[in-house]
């Protein structure tokens, strides 16, 4: 009996050793991560000695470098040269953030298929067939060819290797325990690849499809009155209506009729394979930023404010740092493997940036000579197509996946409409394949003294497209759309066009100093907040739909009025919950239900909306009903006409939404195709009316506290890896939405605010949600979450030397060459 035991206790201790030291699909070897030597134990953190000084010794560094840490973990780097500024940079992004960068990277590469296994092969196919890994090495080329970003680039990725080199397992972030990989040497092309995955997210959707789904269905007509180019109802654009543009115009290239297929049955974005169709353009990817002048200021200075508008992750998106060198000595963000401070300022200029959302995502239909796609048609003769393979490793299985992907002269052909059988026939023109090099600008930024300095440093960019908003000590503010944008004929773009025309193929650019900008406007203000660029005296296009108004109305009203500002006016102004969209809408909405008869539930919501004062307060239960009532109007009315699985349309914009309800009241698209009555605007707002109370009573029970809007929206910030649940935020109590200046919707937000007050002396403020550190073991991984919550934002420590003598400065870092 005991040798049974015994051999019974041997074979049960093989298998957890067998079971504890086998990955098993993405997750690691449970044995390793568990260890106390090596696995998750050793990844806590304490809070430094103040008195802490450490010096290192670091393989190719030139001199020394001195890096000073506030007490929220911010780095203030002093180098004696640009390459060992950009080195420690690297450095010391890697010992707080290395697996939001490996992750990054990979994504944008079509690499994570090699630690995640098959659940993620469709979205590396998706970022190979988009042409990422062709956008990231023409980059390259053009930015090693620079001896300013050759120097930039070489600098921070050995900072980087340097600190993965130092690296022992039991020192791995914790997210390469627990999927059982390990990091591997940084590339320059990484940040590359950095920079296409900010343009894929700011500049990679596309409706060609679904408009030209409408178009077939409705005809010309019918889409010009519903799909207008310019907002009907209302709009405050970017550049001030009345900006004269007194410059030379080139002319404009002659236009051409949209494409509008036969009797195919277009689909959206299949492809062989049958990928998901990619996401379609959302709200609440934007941003807002403002800078007022001088006479509006009580410091006599400019003010300048932004706060980008992501999806909020953990670790933030953003990374805090101060950049000092002999000729530079600038304050920001940085992004986590690019080199630089994207916004920032330094002791005589400030600068920020929000989405322009200009047209640079063109899908062209192709014409093959045969199902080999050797040739193509265009401009009346058969060209050849190229031919890139990409092979994509998965975890897990012995062969990795390889595709051939065609390319033509407009970019890769990777979607379809359904019309040459299983293979794809779109091909993509996406200004991620642009050779340029946009990381001078934000170099150039860095260093900027003067206007004349910005805008030279912006000719350099060229995508995604951004609202550049400046301010400087010499009292001028300005705003520059800018970015590369294609010299297009009116609507260029607005539907599918045709590969084999050279008719519809971009024209050049828009020569950059002729891109629309405004400085020191008579207002005493400039503003964006994705919102038009320009009205419709602009001689060029650029888009022909933008993020609604809302936000750059109020955003425009609040500047308006504003005197004797200070930089606490701009966090307020920042935090604002007032809702634009309610005060237009609202009252034509209650005076319609006035005319029903009404259950005493839906006379409770009507008073509460009849007494609401347009705040999207987190308290507020009239905002959660008209939050979740206007979408349900907005389908009530268009569902019917524009709903289709087989071909996906377009949707009317909310400004039309509006116009129609407010100034058409008896138009035909009120009425349900789908039901043998008429219905009319009442009945769709009655309806709709009782949809949202039935929705929230639904979700949340009768009417009471749990309607609070904060409740409702439930907003929330997500580890990475959108599944370690233990390592996101606790549950957030904010206000806002995605109409709001305060554009916090469910998981997307203020990525970073930050306000600038310029003067002889800059006095800066900001914050992010979360912390500098991405482990979630550290005492900076959430430190600044709270105050970001209630809207308020931390003084920033500007250093001019590395022994300066300030409050809330902590520990030491000297690096020395080896």
Known sequence: MKFVKAILFIAITAGLVYVLDKPWAPAPALGPFLSPFCGLWQNSEEVIDPKTRVTLQLDSLRDEVTIRFDDSGVPHIFAKNDFDLFYAQGYITAKDRLWQMDLQTRAAAGRLSEILGPATLTLDQQSRRLGMGYGAEANLKVAMTDPRSREALLGYTAGVNAF??????????????????????????????????????????SNELAMTNALKKYGRETIAQLFPDYPMLQESPIIPSGTAWDFPKLPIPKAVPPMVPGDSNLVSSKSLTTL?????????????????????????????????????????????????????????VSLPGIPSVIIGFNERVAWGVTNVDADVFDLYKIKFKNEYRNF??????????????????????????????????????????????????????????EPGNSFITFYELNKAKTYDDYRKALTNYVGPAQNFVFADNEKNIAITVNGKIPLKYKEQGKFLLDGSSPADDWHGWIPAEQNPFVKNPPRGFVSSANQSSADTTYPYYINWSFAPSERGIRINERLQ???????????????????????????????????????????????????????????????????????????????????????????????????????????????????????????????????????????????????????VKDAEIRHLSRSIKPFNAPPLVTGGGSSIVNAMTKRKGPSWRMVVELGPT?????????????????????????????????ELIFLTSPDQKVPHLASSLVLQKR
């Open 276 to 332: 998901p169709p990619r996401a379609p353009k959302e709200e609440g990817i934007g941003s807002n930023n403002w800078a007022v002048g001088a006479e509006k200021s009580i410091t006599g200075y400019p003010i300048l404010a932004n706060d980008p508008h992501l999806e909020l992750s953990l670790p933030s998106i953003w990374y805090q740092v101060q950049l000092h060198s002999p000729d530079m000595s600038v304050y920001g």
């Open 164 to 205: 993965i080199r130092q690296l022992a397992p039991k020192d791995y972030p914790i997210e390469f325990k627990l999927l059982g990989y390990k990091p591997e040497p940084w590339k320059p092309i990484n940040t590359m690849y950095m920079l296409e995955q900010m343009t894929l997210t700011l500049a990679g959707r």
């Open 561 to 711: 009025a504003m005197t004797n500002a200070n930089a606490d006016s701009l966090r307020m102004l920042q935090n604002d919950n007032f809702s634009v969209l309610a005060r237009t809408l609202l009252p034509r909405l209650l005076s319609i239900l006035e005319t029903r008869p009404l259950t005493p539930k839906q006379k409770a919501a009507h008073i509460l909306l009849s007494n609401w004062n347009y705040q999207n307060s987190p308290e507020s239960i009239a905002a959660s009903i008209f939050e979740t009532w206007f979408p349900l109007l907005g389908q009530a009315i268009w569902n019917d006409d524009f709903a289709s699985p087989e071909a996906p349309m377009e949707y009317p914009s909310r400004d039309r939404t509006l116009y129609l309800i407010l100034k058409q009241p008896n138009e035909k698209w009120f009425d349900n195709v789908n039901t043998p009555e008429k219905e009319t605007l009442p009945d769709v707002v009655y309806q709709s009316f009782n949809a949202s109370l039935d929705t929230l009573t639904k979700r949340k029970g009768a009417m009471s506290p749990e309607w609070q809007w904060s409740k």
């Open 376 to 433: 193509y048609w265009h401009d009346n003769q058969w060209k050849p197509t190229h031919k890139r393979e990409e092979i994509i490793h998965v975890k897990g299985q012995l062969k990795p996946y390889r595709e051939q992907i065609i390319y033509t002269h407009h970019g890769p052909v990777t979607d379809s409409d359904g019309t040459f059988g299983e293979l794809p026939n779109l091909a993509i023109k996406w200004i991620g394949h």
């Open 762 to 794: 800059p006095r800066a403020y900001g914050i992010y949600p979360g912390g500098q550190s991405g482990n979630p073991g550290s005492p900076y991984y959430l430190n600044l979450l709270k105050k970001w919550e209630k809207g308020e934002l931390n």
